[in-house]
């Protein structure tokens, strides 16, 4: 058997260190991609309760669309 020297071994340590680092970022940007975007409601906070009310009553968004928007809303205003 042929002996591994040192050189080797860092060699083959940094290797794999970096096929890590390399998989943990593709990780990281696929998980990014699939996760639920929060830009839906992103301007959310530029309309007022009374705005969104308004928009309910007009039939602009839906019951379930007003409930997400609301909580939105308070959320960002108690933080």
């Known amino acids: 058997m042929s002996q591994i020297n040192l050189q080797d071994v860092i060699k083959i340590s940094l290797l794999l260190v970096l096929l890590l680092l390399v998989g943990f970022i593709v990780l990281y940007i696929i998980r990014k991609r699939l996760s639920p975007s ?34 939105k809303l308070l959320k960002e205003t108690h933080l």
Do not use: C, P, V, Y
Not at 38 to 61: C, E, P, V, W
């Open 38 to 71: 929060s830009q839906d409601f992103s301007n959310s906070s530029a309309f007022t309760l009374q705005d969104l009310r308004q928009m309910h009553r007009d039939g602009k968004i839906t019951e379930e669309e007003f409930n997400l928007l609301k909580d």
